[in-house]
């Protein structure tokens, strides 16, 4: 039992002696830690003041270069703000010699122009004494004296500018002539095209005059139908053998004349049937319309047409112009256009387009209001035609003004295939209201006796008295009518003045 109580008090000692080993020990570690912060501290108190002694330095630095930088600047502007000041003062010195110079040069104007005005009045005064001499000595007014120098004058400038139209023709006519010629032959043989033009036609042969009681039908039934399905008017008449079928538009014709024959073929003619036959002719006309536009593109080379250039292109096999076929004329002047493009040393693929499509307007329904030229021109436009392309088409009649070398070749090309002999038909009237109107053109003109238009009209011949109408007259009245001419009338090529002026010398012997 004494041994387990020692124990139990040994144990006891040795825990209460380890608790205060162990007690000792961590205070012998917290002085030491404490230390160990105090000294840490204390380093860092160090490092922070030379920081900042080191910082304080390096402003103290950075503030002394600013200001010396500053410092310099503003001397730098100083010097310049008294440079300009200099310049100023300087310039200032120089306005006031300039204002002393230019008050003594108003004094001296103001002496010179009291002189002139003196020297005036002494220069009318001579005048007037040269004056009244030269009227004394010529007999005559001032006002007569002028009108005197003026016609004088008057006919000195007549007579050059004569010579001087006469001198600048001749030159003209010499260096061009030659080269046009040239031209215009290469392109006429190479292009071989037919003196006569096809004409759409209006008349249907029928087999016997007793078939035109049955196209008139019971009560007119039959041609009532037709007139309203086809919008043209029959006309039934005694020429024998023939129904005549008459409309403005030629398309509308064609359709209709296509339909009476196959009614005619047919036999059987009743509104019905005429309905059917009305339809068939419509699809064989707009596939005749596209076979035509494609063909003429084919025969041009120009394989990019729009699809409705090409049926408006078409619909022209069915129009004339003065009796000629516009479709063969457009191919005409398509073909002419790039001879002499060629011929030029231009690329004739312009030419030939713009020739080809110069007259797509006239393919255009008569309700469409304005100049075929400027429609056809639209019409271009709208379907992706070239800037240039539309220009020369809108040009050729001289709507817009030509202004390139494709536009003079479009209107030349389209005068010669209008010009060439058998292209073209006009009426009597118009024929002899045109030769009418040439002659009363030529003999409005002061010195003319006679005129005679010749040559169906495409020459002129003036007879001028020969003493109110001198040779240097005579060029200025042919320039002057051809001019009045050009400007007042239209005519296809060109009409050529000659002037006649004959001096006869007669006398008798007895």
Known sequence: MTDIIWLVAGAALGIVLGLVVMRLIVTSSQKKAQHTAESLVEDAKKQAEALRREADIEAKDKALKYKQEVE??????????????????????SLDRRVESL???????????????HRERELEEAQDEVRQSLE???????????????????????RESAAIIRDAEMRT???????????????????????????????????????KGR??????????????????????????????????????????????ENLVADGRIHPARIEEM??????????????????????AGIHDLHPELVRTLGRLRYRTSFGQNVLNHSLEVAYLAGVMASELGLDPYPATRAGLLHDLGKALPHE??????????????????????????????????????????????????????????????????????????ANAHNGVERTFAIQAGREVRVMVAPDVIDDAKSTVLAHDIAQQIESELQYP?????VVVRESRAVDYAK
């Not at 108003?106 to 122009?113: A, C, K, P, V």
């Not at 008139?216 to 399905?229: D, T």
């Open 215 to 260: 196209i008139i039908g019971r009560e007119g039934r039959n041609i009532r139908s037709f007139e309203q399905l086809t919008g043209t008017n029959l006309i039934i008449d005694d020429t024998p053998e023939c129904v005549t079928i008459s409309c403005f538009d030629p398309i509308r014709r064609e359709i209709a004349r296509v339909t009476m």
């Open 136 to 158: 004394r000595v010529a007999g005559m007014t001032p006002s007569e004296a002028k009108r005197e120098l003026l016609d004088t004058l008057k006919d000195d400038v007549a």
């Open 368 to 441: 469409v209001q304005g100049s075929h030229a400027v429609l056809g021109a639209d019409l271009a436009r709208r379907f992706g035609e070239k800037p240039e392309i539309v220009h020369a088409i809108e040009a050729h009649h001289e709507d817009v003004e030509p202004n390139t070398v494709l536009d003079v070749l479009i209107q030349a090309a389209d005068a010669i295939s209008a010009a060439r002999p058998g292209a073209r038909k006009e009426s009597l009237d118009t024929y002899v209201k045109r030769l009418e109107a040439l002659e009363e053109i």
């Open 493 to 497: 090529g060109q009409v050529k003045v």
């Open 278 to 299: 009305h339809g068939k002719a419509t699809d064989l006309v707009n596939q005749r319309v596209q076979e035509a536009g494609e063909q003429a593109s084919f025969d």
């Open 72 to 93: 310099s600047e503003n001397k730098e502007r100083l010097r310049e703000i008294r440079a300009a000041e200099n310049r100023v003062s300087q310039r200032e010195e």
């Open 173 to 211: 006519k010499a260096e061009a002539d030659k080269h046009a010629r040239e031209i215009l032959s290469v392109a006429i043989q190479r292009v071989a095209a037919d003196h006569s033009a096809e004409n759409t036609v209006s008349t249907v042969a029928i087999p016997s005059d007793d078939l």
């Open 103 to 117: 008050d003594a040069r108003e004094h001296q104007l103001s002496s010179l122009q009291g002189d002139i005005e």
